[in-house]
């Protein structure tokens, strides 16, 4: 019986115990990239934007500068094709062309593919998960090296416009945006944030 009870032990200390996380290291999940990019506070981004357009052959490339500040203002300074800066804070939105004093100012919500724009990047790079799921809902799949987030319109009104938005990214980093809209078309964005 003892000889047993030796040779039980001897096999329990050789089985290898499971390696614990580092006390760094959080399990990769939507709320731990969420949570992550939530202590980030202000982005800056440029953009390479890409518009096909059903009935036009080549697509509309524009570039340009992204700026993001919590809790809720996101700025897109378009340099190219034609400077317009378009700015989205809290629900409200308004463009400016380059060199006019005259601002167009009214509420996003009026605008579906501006406002699903503002929703993705605004919820993505703030970590806001309530904000995407107030009009989406939320899918997040695939590892920390090559990670993707699906959002799907569960408002009438978004879905009448919005197909789907798909965000791609690595580790904690935002790399593409694209959104298919219910006519075809499709806007697809790389993103580069700058440290």
Do not use: Y
Request: net charge negative; with cysteine.
């Amino acid at each position: 019986m003892l000889v047993r009870l030796i040779v039980l032990l001897c096999v329990v200390a050789l089985v290898p115990s499971p390696t614990p996380l580092a006390a760094s290291e959080t399990p990769w999940s939507l709320s731990a990239f969420l949570d992550h990019r939530s202590k980030l506070g202000e982005v800056q981004a440029t953009f390479v934007q890409e518009k096909q357009l059903p009935e036009v052959e080549d697509p509309i490339v524009s570039t340009g500068t992204l700026k993001f500040a919590p809790p809720d203002f996101l700025q897109m300074s378009v340099e190219t094709p034609t400077a317009e800066i378009f700015t989205i804070d809290g629900t409200r939105a308004s463009s400016q062309k380059a060199g006019s004093d005259r601002v167009r100012s009214f509420p996003v919500r009026f605008a579906p593919p501006l406002e699903a724009i503002g929703i993705g990047l605004k919820g993505t790079l703030g970590g806001n998960l309530a904000l995407m799921e107030e009009k989406f809902t939320v899918e997040f799949s695939g590892e920390k090296q090559e990670w993707r987030m699906l959002l799907t319109p569960i408002n009438r009104r978004m879905k009448r416009r919005i197909e789907k938005i798909e965000l791609r990214g690595q580790d904690f980093t935002l790399l593409t945006f694209t959104m298919n809209e219910a006519d075809g078309t499709i806007t697809k964005m790389s993103i580069t944030e700058l440290l």
